[in-house]
Structure formats: structure tokens, C-alpha cells
């Protein structure tokens, strides 16, 4: 179902789908016998159908009305009179109802259609074109609720806020992923159906310590990444989790403070928990981490824009290290000499990142083909 678009009611409001009765053809056609035939044919053409669509509509609307493309019908709509409008509030096809009764003049008459979308539409644009939203507020049907939170969600947000938390606690209703960023309905879409609404939800709640204990792995390794609302104390427990998951999770939050991330390293045995925590420290740690014996500490001291550590770092043992020095560094002999590196992802690190294109250049002529390959095509495409 599209969203409520209220320009689409504006136009039916200004006559945009009043009955036409009058007035030129869009395309001039002689009325002859085979001028419904010949633009049957042209509804086949891929670049003549929509023409089709409106000829039909305007200049042969009874046909158009009762024709078995549900598509001509829909076109026909605009330009009928009175009896074809309630001749397509019933049409057998789910998504004419729908269309019509997000634009008809009436959409009173289509508040008891048996499918809940059709339902929905017509309730907004009734609600669009009377206001009368408040006679609605208590409402148990469905789609009705449903468009209750549209509409005031849409026209009248500050004034109902009362009523959009009942109808968001109450459940059934969709359109929720804006409201989710907002750190008031946040805490109350956290249990949410919908993963995304509920991710969303997540990331903005702003009082996540109200929750944190009924939250699954999935959910909590979310809340301990993303949502900056966490209090220091929930932070810890997130990075003393058994789980290493949500102990690596909660390290790559900002929320940790230096000295917490320091503290947190000295009981560590992860090691992907380890770096996590120690890549985020400033440079002075880092100075002390190039020399570490944990390769993962060294691995974290290689993001940092210091030159001087990355020159350090640049003939460590591990290959990892090595190759997020290819990836950071900017000096040119640097990168000149990981690029004759013994491994080649190391090697590739240098032609993938480097930007200097007058390295590249020389990296053509590199005795390693797959190297002199992938430096031709860098400078070709960027």
C-alpha cells in the first residue's frame, strides 16, 4: 500500500476528479467502429498504452469502466460520472477499490469494504476531507485505527500525542519507523514485531535501562553498540557480559570513556574484544601498544593517522598488521615498499587504497602481474 499522499486529496478537493462531462479529447479520434479496437492493440504497446488508457477513458468511459484490465479501469475513474464512480467503489479488483478510495469524493461509502486496505484509504481521505478524526479515537476496527495514526501522526502530531501512544500500545499498526526515531515512542516500540521498527527503536530509546534485562542476544548486542543513551553503569555491565558478542559490541560504542576502555583491557582474554577497546584509545596509547606482545593491540595502534606508529608497525610479523599499515599510511616509500610485500593481501592493501596516482603509476610496472593489473586499473577508473 502506497503512503497517504495529501496532494492526492488536495486534487480531489479541487475537482481534479469531480464528473467530467465536457470538453475537448486529449488526442482527437474519429468515432468509428474500429477506434476501440485499434486502441486495444495500441494497450499492447509498451509506448502507446498510456495514451491508449486516456482515449479509452475519455472518449469510450462506459467501456472503459467495465474493461478487464483493472489498470483502464483505474484511468477511467478521472473522467467518469456519478454511477460509474459507485459502479468502481465495488469493482471485483482489490487494488481499484483501493486507488478509489484514496481519491474519491465519497470515501464514506467505502468505510465498510470488506478488504482492511480499501478500509484504510478511504477512512484518511474521509478524515482529510472532514476533519472528523475524533469520532474515530476509540475505534476498534483495524483499519480504521490504522488510519487514526496517519492522519494525526501526519496533520496533527502535538495535539495527539495521547492518543498515537494508545494506538502504538494498543498494536496493528504500521508506519512506525519514523515515529522510532523519536526517543519518546523509542521506548515503547523496543518490543516491537517488526525488526526494523524495533532496531530503529533501539538505537533512539533513551531510557534503555528500563529494558535491557528482557532483551534477546540480537536485540542487546544492538542496544550495546548503537544507542548512546546508555548510562555508565549499564555500559560496564554490557562490557563485562559473558557473552563476548556484547562485550565486542559495547567496545565499539562511543560511550566508553578512555579511562573505562583502559580498565576494561587489563581483564580482557578476547581477543577481537581487545582490539574493539584498544583501537579507539588516543595516540599515546597507541605508542605503547606498536610495541606490545598481543598482536591485536599492535593491530589497534594501526588506527591512527601518526605516521611515525605506522611506520613502526610496517615490518610487524603478523600480516594483519602490516596490511592496515597499507591501508592507513600516506607516506609514499612506505607504501613502496608494502607493496613488495611477501604477502599479497598486503600488497593489494597498497594498489586498493593508495590515492598517490603517480605511485600507481610505477606500480605498473610492478614484476608482480596481478599487482601491474590492478594498478592499470585504478588509474583507468579511479
Known amino acids: 500500500m502506497s503512503n497517504f499522499d495529501e496532494s492526492k486529496v488536495n486534487r480531489a478537493r479541487d475537482g481534479k476528479f469531480d464528473f467530467k462531462r465536457a470538453g475537448e479529447p486529449a488526442v482527437g479520434l474519429s468515432e468509428t467502429n474500429g477506434e476501440i479496437g485499434q486502441l486495444e492493440k495500441d494497450l499492447l504497446d509498451p509506448s502507446l498504452r498510456k495514451k491508449a488508457m486516456e482515449n479509452l477513458s475519455y472518449n469510450h468511459n462506459e467501456y472503459a469502466l467495465r474493461h478487464p484490465d483493472?489498470?483502464?479501469?483505474?484511468?477511467?475513474?478521472?473522467?467518469?460520472?456519478?454511477?460509474?464512480?459507485?459502479?468502481?467503489?465495488?469493482?471485483?479488483?482489490?487494488?481499484?477499490?483501493?486507488?478509489?478510495?484514496?481519491?474519491?469524493?465519497?470515501?464514506?461509502?467505502?468505510?465498510?469494504?470488506?478488504?482492511?486496505?480499501?478500509?484504510?484509504?478511504?477512512?484518511?481521505?474521509?478524515?482529510?476531507?472532514?476533519?472528523?478524526?475524533?469520532?474515530?479515537?476509540?475505534?476498534?476496527?483495524?483499519?480504521?485505527?490504522?488510519?487514526?495514526?496517519?492522519?494525526?501522526?501526519?496533520?496533527?502530531?502535538?495535539?495527539?500525542?495521547?492518543v498515537i501512544d494508545e494506538l502504538i500500545r494498543n498494536g496493528g499498526i504500521d508506519g512506525l519507523e519514523s515515529l522510532s526515531h523519536d526517543p519518546h515512542y523509542a521506548n515503547m516500540l523496543v518490543s516491537h514485531p517488526d525488526k526494523k521498527v524495533r532496531r530503529i527503536a533501539l538505537i533512539h530509546a533513551s531510557n534503555p535501562s528500563d529494558f535491557l534485562e528482557s532483551l534477546g542476544k540480537e536485540d542487546l548486542e544492538t542496544v550495546a553498540w548503537f544507542n548512546n543513551n546508555l548510562t555508565s553503569e549499564d555500559a560496564m555491565k554490557l562490557a563485562k557480559h559473558h557473552d563476548s558478542d556484547i562485550r565486542s559490541a559495547i567496545a565499539r560504542n562511543s560511550i566508553l570513556s578512555d579511562s573505562q576502555r583502559r580498565e576494561l583491557l587489563r581483564h580482557e582474554i578476547n581477543g577481537m574484544v581487545t582490539y574493539d577497546l584498544a583501537k579507539e584509545l588516543p595516540d599515546e596509547d597507541k605508542e605503547h601498544f606498536a610495541t606490545a606482545d598481543n598482536y591485536r593491540l599492535r593491530w589497534a595502534a594501526t588506527n591512527t593517522d601518526n605516521e611515525n606508529i605506522l611506520r613502526r608497525l610496517a615490518s610487524d610479523k603478523e600480516f594483519i598488521v602490516r596490511y592496515s599499515v597499507a591501508k592507513r599510511t600516506k607516506d609514499r616509500e612506505l607504501l613502496r615498499k608494502l607493496a613488495k610485500d611477501e604477502d599479497p593481501h598486503v600488497r593489494f592493501a597498497v594498489v586498493n587504497h593508495s590515492t598517490d596516482f603517480s605511485l600507481l603509476r610505477e606500480l605498473i610496472d610492478s614484476e608482480d602481474e596481478e599487482i601491474s593489473r590492478r594498478a592499470r586499473e585504478r588509474l583507468i577508473h579511479g
Open 70 to 162: 483493472p489498470e483502464v479501469r483505474m484511468e477511467a475513474f478521472e473522467w467518469c460520472d456519478e454511477e460509474g464512480e459507485k459502479l468502481l467503489q465495488k469493482d471485483p479488483d482489490v487494488n481499484v477499490r483501493r486507488y478509489i478510495a484514496e481519491y474519491t469524493n465519497s470515501p464514506q461509502s467505502m468505510i465498510n469494504d470488506e478488504d482492511d486496505g480499501v478500509r484504510e484509504q478511504a477512512f484518511v481521505n474521509y478524515f482529510f476531507q472532514t476533519d472528523s478524526v475524533d469520532e474515530y479515537l476509540d475505534t476498534k476496527d483495524i483499519a480504521a485505527r490504522r488510519a487514526v495514526f496517519r492522519y494525526v501522526q501526519w496533520r496533527h502530531k502535538d495535539d495527539y500525542s495521547e
